[in-house]
Every structure is written in C-alpha cells, then in structure tokens.
C-alpha cells in the first residue's frame, strides 16, 4: 500500500483548550476548574498533571451552552501505559456528582479487556481495583454494581455498570433478543459509553462501501443517539489521524491529546533500550536471564523487596514458541558452573553493552555455584508460561493466563519468564516486564514491526517500586551514575538485521517511542542558561520553519521525483572494510587511510538484461504489483528498466580496493543488488506526498530550547569518539544559550567562529544568541520549497544564529558540513540559501523579522560565514 500522507494536523478542540491556558487548572471565570476532592478521595492512584488536564478539558466542554450536540461524542488519544483506565474512573465520579449519570456502558473489541476492566472498576478485592473503599461523595456511600441491564427505576446511591464486548452488544442491538439490551430500552435513560481501544470502531468510516447499520461503530452511534443526553466517551492510544477518513471523524471531537514521547520525556515510563547482536538464541536466552537476574540482585542489594523482574520471549510462530520454552528449559537444566564462568569471562571482554558489561562484571566477583543453584530455583519450568494469541482475544484470551499475567507483580505470582507469539496485546498492564527478546530470525515486515513496537510501548510502563520508603510513579536515577537506572530501564533483544532494523525504527518513529542503543557510550547533558531564560528572545521569541503541502500523485513521474538523480554517475561501495552504526546515530560512511578506486558495472550491456532483472527479482520491493504502489505512474517494468525516467540513463560505479581491477558477475550482481537497494531507500523516504511551501510560520522559543542529555559512544573504528563529540564549557560565553556546547570539531569550529566577531554583533543589537538546535526538536523541521523539490523529508539545522533590537528580528540557519557529506546533502544547502525575505512569507509577522539561510559551513571555510552574516545583519542597519 502507498506511504501514508504525512501533514501538519489541526486539532480545533486541542488547540482551543490549549489557548484558555489548559496549563492553570486553577483559572479562568466559566472553566475555573480544581479536580474535585471527592475524586481525588475516592480513587487508589492520585491523578497525574496530564490527567487533571484532561478532566479539565472535558469539564470545559460539559459546562458549554451546546454540549449536548457539540461534545456528545469525545476522544482521549492518550499514549499507551498512561492511565486511561484511571482517567475513566474520574470520569465516571465526575459525571455522577456533577450531571446525575449513574448508567455507564463499558465496551471494547475483546473479551480480555472486559476481564480486565472488571478487575479495575468492580472488584474490590482485586489488587488492581482503582477506587478507595467504601466510596464516599458528599458523605454518601456509593456502590459500583455491575448489571446486564439499566434499571427503570435506579437507587441514587449506586452506579450501574454495564460491561460487554461490541460484538455482544451488536448482536443484542441488531437482533433484539430477551435478556438483551434494545434501542427503545436505553432510549428511556441517559447513559454513557466508554468505548476503550477506540482505534477498532472506525470500520465503517475507513470503507469506502455504504455505510453497514451493524457496524459497530454504527452500533454505538445508534445507542448514543437514543438519548440527546447521551455521551459517547472513546479512549486510544493508535488512532490513525493521518487517515483522512479518520481525522475526519476526530478533528473536532479529540478533547485530550498526549503522546507517547511526551509522556516518556516527562518520566512515566521506562527508559527503553535496544540490544542489538549477531548472537544465536541461545545466548540471547542467557543474557537475558542474567540481566533479569543482576536487576534482581540490584534491588536487593538496595533493600528494595518484593522486586521481580520478568522475561518475555516473543517468536512470530506458534511452533517457534513451543521449541523456545522446550530449549529454555535444557538450557537451565544444563548450566553448571563450569559453562557459566566460561560464559561470564569470554563475553565480558567483547560485550559493547552498557548493561551486559555490568552484569558480566557483578557476576564475576560473586559466588558461580551459587548463581548457578540461583538461576535454576528462579527460572525453573514451573516459573515459565507458555501463552499464544491465535484466538482473536490475544495473549491474554485464556482467563487463567490472564490472571497469571495481570498479577505478575505480585509477591506470590511465580512467573518470571513467559513465551508469546505476541500481537498487540490489548489490555495487558504487567509492569515489572523489563527484556523483551525476539526468538528466530524470520523476515520481518513492517506490519509486524508496528505490533512490535506497540508490544514494546506497553513494556515500557513504569513500575513503581519502594525505594527509601517513597514510592514513585516516575523515573528518579536518570544519568545518575547509579547502578539504579537499570531498575528504570527496558531492553529490547533483537538480531542485528539491517532491514530488520529499518523496519523497526520505522514503526518506533510512527508512535514517537524513543529508543536508545546499549551499547558503550557517555552520556553528556547541558542546561539552557538561567540567564537566557530571563530575556525578551526566550520569554517572547520564535523560531521559524515552513508549513508543507500535499504532492498530487501524477508528479511522480521520475526517479527524480524521489531525489534520485539518475543523470549523474551513481556510486556503490564494494570494499570489504564495514562499520556499522547504531540507526539512531550519525553515521560516518567512510574509513581513512583505505586506498580505493571505481570500477564501472554495466546494468545491461548490448540488449543484455538478464543482470539488471535478476537483480530487481531478487528483492520483492521491485515487484510490479509492489512497487507500482509506490510508482504511481510507472505502467510495466519494460518502462522501469529502458526507460530515461527510470533506470535507462543510469551510469554506476562500484567503489573497490586498489589491487581489485575487474568485478565477477557475482560482484556486479552485488553492487547492482545496492544500488537498488539505495533507490528503495530513497523511494521510500521520499514518497511522502507532501512537500514544502514557503509560507513560514513561529515557534515559542521557550518551547523549543531546552535542556537535553547526548549520549556518545565510547569507541568508534577503534579510534576514541572523543576526538570527535565532547562538551565544552560555554559559561563565559553569554551568547550561546546553553551551559555546554556539545558538538564535534566541525561544529565547535563554528562555535568558535561566532564567538571571534560576536562583539561586533553585539555592538548593533541588543540580543544576540547562537541555539544549538537539538535533534529531537523535530518540530523545527525546514522543507524545500522552490523547484525543482528533489527531497521531501525535511531536515533540522544545526545552529540558529538570533539577532534582535527594537526595531530588527534576524534569524540566520546553519550547518555545518563534512566533506564526506557534501555532494549527499548538496539538496540542504539548495534550502538554505533559497531561505531569505523575497521568496518567503512569514505568517502573522511584518517585515521586522527576517530569515535567512546561508551556505554550508566548511572546515576552513571561515571567510564565506563570517561574511555573509554581516553582509546581511551589519551593513542593513
């Protein structure tokens, strides 16, 4: 299927709420808003900031004139992990105390979630039950009751709530039956639905079919409709908005936005690591025993009780599964002294885990025989479980299994290890997971990668363990140096696959789930500077970048279209000198000192394309039925392989060793393979159906400048990566508005360039700052804009240069360039410079502000910035 529209989505109720100041529950005159005591009485967890908020924003729109048909029906897109089960039960006290609802309809897609749910909002004795007991609101003592159906005539002291499955309540609806609810029936009472993983009613809007009056989205529709009073009150984590249909159905109607990176960023959930290694399944089983078990003996030896780290072992297959317990289990039978310090003594000298190194570490100096009788009593068969989610309920279909695995953190439930063909496991609130590993190494598509990465995020929920005697619900030991992190942390155990990994970081981008390499690195943190805080820039400032539009699909005519310039000459590398990096890091594709030449690969010669087919039959992305999705306007492959918009002009080269004078067809196959390979990376990338406009709207500096922490591996190529990033001082430095600078040698070369003529800025203008642009301000994000639009994906600059008076706002975009990345990246710099006020429009702003974009920044290449800068920001005054 084509890539889905990426765009700048507008959320009307969102950001309305946001401007009455959302932020101050303690304001306005209409909405003055506190959550009410007998909430916060009543409830076991105390609400979190984003959860008062959003009871703020729903309160808000209870309390408008047309509630009843503006706000009949609202969404809570909530990140997964971050209470919404919670939030549902403030709900319910609220709408009880503040509207008189007493009839509360719960609904999901399966029958896990229901069990679930009745554990949370019925069942007084279960540890997972969300209210106090007894409830108490305005000294009345309330029930929760569960019914089947709504009560004529309702006792003022009870909540009625009714829990089923949409399939239970569709066949009731549709084919009324006794016993079951009916239209007319709950016409006669007010009632409201909470419809939990509201991602799976939406059917019926996604079809382009007529409308299906049993579709459950329908369905609800029809209940909610019955009565005008009725509120329809849907709670997700995946709702895909950049469905048009979707977006469509929600824009107006999402009362509460909070995604998962804000939610990670703000402390609520683990800090989430990969582990990436060329290991088999059995070491990969090992090390993760023995991580699980160091976190146990961490917390042990912080006098931390009741700690018990759990294991989930994910295949694709169910018979996959079975053979991993069936090997686990030899695997414990079989260790023994011997083989352990074998193990622990060969892998500590050639981990590059962070982790790993530290459990190798506190291994070694503690007793093997009695590890070895430790990890056979902990991870005997009897701790293992064994569950599958072939039936449409998940992981947790079976209702002993879901007892098992929604009680794992308790002291009495054994279970320290489970094996799972695991989906997407709706409804599954475990805590204490901290490894997740992936067993057998079969492809991997990006669908599959998307469950993963959802399986990943539930992992990833904090567990609030007692430490000191406080208890905390967000993270306290990051970068602290404390061997307590690892209690804060999960790891991802997967292969070191290429495409695999693609796919992966593909779909943790798609939920915005940051993820972090384990391997060596240091981490470097720097704060913005208090006295950067205080100034006019960073109370009243703005960044800019560039609003994108929609590409019609008939543009997508060429390779070219895709960044892909098959005019010139392509280049492959063939040497045998391989680094690989973390996918989430900087790369440097070349290793020096390497002598090298190219070697022309013909991809037919003389009518001969049995090289060129081969190649693209060999990789399914090049199948017509697939790749046409993502070529619109190819019509056959002859067209693809003969034709100059495709690959008929294309010249390549293979980048060899020096003593290499000729390629085999073996070879060439190879370097064809990669440069088709390249293309589909470039199609991929690219074909994202928008690109940018050159109208430039602001972003609060405030809310882009902020603190951050750089995590910077300790070894490159043998070669210490301190030679290249490290932080340096900037106290003295009043311009630059962090506290360190940390940057490699190119980029302290600009800093240091800056700071040679900052004092004839400062002659002209009140306020002159440089902004290291951090990475993960995705947010200020530029886009080309005049043609021809080679690149789509957009790009961050480094540095911001800010200037300001009383009567001038410039703002200068730079960054710096390695001359390995000159000619790839030529299109930024085509950016940059277009960036300037005679091509651009600033929306909302007067001619006082002004940007602009200047050339690369080269090693050396002092003159050329200096000058251009003030060219522009002295000579104009």
């Known amino acids: ?192 639905i909470l ?175 009695e590890l070895v009788s430790e990890l056979k009593r902990d991870f005997r068969a009897e701790n293992t479980i064994n569950v599958n989610d072939t039936a449409k309920d998940g992981i947790l279909g079976d209702l002993n299994d879901l007892r098992n695995l929604n009680t794992l953190e308790e002291a009495n439930n054994p279970f320290r290890v489970i094996f799972a063909v695991a989906k997407l496991s709706e409804g599954w609130d475990v805590l204490n997971l901290f490894d997740i590993v992936r067993i057998g190494e079969q492809p991997v598509t990006l669908n599959q990668t998307n469950a993963e990465a959802q399986l990943i995020g539930r992992g990833a929920r904090y567990y609030p363990f007692k430490y000191e005697n406080a208890s905390s619900f967000t993270r306290r030991f990051d970068n602290s140096d404390s061997d307590l992190e690892i209690l804060e942390e999960l790891h991802y155990h997967t292969i070191n696959q290429p495409k695999y990994l693609d796919n992966l970081k593909k779909s943790l981008d798609q939920m915005k789930l940051q993820v972090e390499d384990d391997s060596d690195f240091d981490a470097y943190s720097t704060e913005v500077k208090t006295s950067f805080k205080v100034t006019q820039a960073y109370r009243f400032g703005q960044l800019f970048y560039n609003q994108v539009e929609e590409v019609p699909l008939s543009e997508f005519d060429s390779l070219s279209s895709y960044g892909v310039q098959v005019a010139d000459t392509s280049e492959v590398d063939l040497t045998d000198s391989v680094i690989e990096n973390n996918i989430y890091s900087k790369t440097f594709p070349y290793v020096y000192g390497l002598s090298t030449h190219t070697i022309p690969v013909p991809l037919y010669v003389d009518h001969d394309d049995r090289l060129i087919k081969k190649a693209l039959a060999r990789n399914p992305f090049f199948h017509f039925d697939q790749l046409s999705h993502y070529l619109p306007t190819l019509k056959s492959m ?69 603190g951050y922490v750089k995590h910077v591996p300790t070894q490159f190529a043998g070669t210490s990566v301190h030679e290249l990033i490290q932080p340096y001082p900037m106290d003295q430095q009043k311009w630059f508005v962090y506290d360190q600078a940390i940057v490699d040698g190119l980029e302290k070369g600009l800093i240091d ?40 994906q957009g790009f961050m600059p480094d540095f911001v240069l800010y200037l300001s008076d009383q009567d001038f706002i410039y703002q200068f975009y730079i960054e710096p360039k390695g001359p390995q990345l000159i000619d790839s990246d030529g299109w930024k710099q085509d950016l940059l410079t277009s960036i300037k006020p005679e091509n651009i429009e600033l929306v909302g702003e007067t001619d006082s502000v002004q940007l602009y974009g200047l050339k690369f920044y080269r090693s050396g290449d002092h003159n050329q910035i200096e000058q251009s800068i003030k060219d522009i920001s002295l000579k104009n005054k």
Request: proline share 4%; aromatic share 10%; hydrophobic share 35%.
């Open 1 to 192: 299927m084509p890539k889905k529209i990426t765009k700048q989505l507008e959320l009307p109720l969102v950001e309305a709420l946001r401007n009455l100041g959302v932020g101050n529950l303690f304001s306005h005159d209409q909405s003055s808003f506190q959550t009410p005591i007998y909430v916060k009485a009543n409830l076991v967890h105390q609400l979190r900031p984003y959860q008062e908020e959003a009871l703020f924003n729903f309160n808000w729109t209870q309390k408008q004139p047309q509630a009843d048909q503006l706000y009949n029906r609202l969404l809570f897109h909530m990140a997964t992990g971050s209470g919404k089960t919670d939030e549902m039960a403030a709900l319910m006290l609220y709408l009880y105390t503040e509207f008189q609802y007493q009839d509360f309809l719960f609904t999901v897609s399966t029958n896990a979630v229901v069990e679930k749910t009745k554990e949370n909002l019925l069942n007084q004795s279960s540890p997972k039950y969300l209210f106090n007991s007894p409830i108490s609101i305005n000294s009345q003592r309330i029930t929760i009751e569960s019914v089947s159906h709504f009560p004529a005539n309702p006792d003022p002291t009870i909540i009625y709530l009714r829990l089923a499955t949409i399939q239970t309540l569709a066949n009731e609806v549709n084919s009324p039956k006794e016993n079951g609810l009916t239209i007319d029936e709950l016409a006669k009472t007010k009632l409201v």
């Open 195 to 369: 419809a939990d993983e509201a991602h799976h009613f939406s059917a019926d809007t996604k079809s382009k079919e007529a409308k299906n009056d049993h579709a459950w989205e329908n369905v609800l529709d029809r209940i909610r409709q019955a009565n005008p009073k009725n509120r329809q009150l849907e709670f997700t984590a995946t709702i895909d908005l950049q469905n048009p249909a979707i977006y469509n159905k929600y824009a107006k109607q999402i009362v509460f936005q909070y995604d998962l990176s804000q939610f990670i960023s703000e402390g609520y959930s683990k800090r989430v690591f990969r582990l990436q290694a060329n290991t088999d399944d059995h070491n990969k089983m090992l090390d993760a025993i023995l991580l699980s078990q160091y976190r146990k003996h961490i917390a042990r030896d912080h006098q931390i009780e009741d700690f018990k780290p759990v294991i989930l072992f994910k295949s694709n297959k169910i018979g996959m599964s079975n053979q991993a317990r069936t090997d686990f289990i030899a695997l414990i039978n079989e260790l023994n002294v011997e083989k352990l310090e074998n193990y622990l003594t060969e892998h500590a000298s050639s981990t590059h885990s962070q982790a790993l190194k530290h459990t190798y570490a506190y291994f070694l100096k503690s007793s093997p025989t």
């Open 638 to 706: 002859t067209d693809f392989i003969y034709d100059a918009n495709w690959l008929g002009k294309v010249r390549l080269t293979a980048r060899v060793e020096a003593n290499v004078q000729s390629l085999t067809r073996v070879q060439q196959l190879k370097a064809v393979e990669q440069y088709l390979a390249n293309i589909q990376k470039q199609i991929l990338i690219n074909f994202k159906h928008t690109r940018g406009t050159n109208k430039f709207i602001g972003l609060p500096i405030k809310d882009l400048v902020k």
């Open 753 to 792: 360039l800056i700071g040679n003529f900052v004092d004839q800025l400062q002659a002209k203008y009140q306020e002159v700052y440089l902004i290291r642009n951090d990475e993960r301000n995705t947010q200020l994000r530029l886009h080309q804009f005049q043609d021809p639009v080679t690149h789509f």
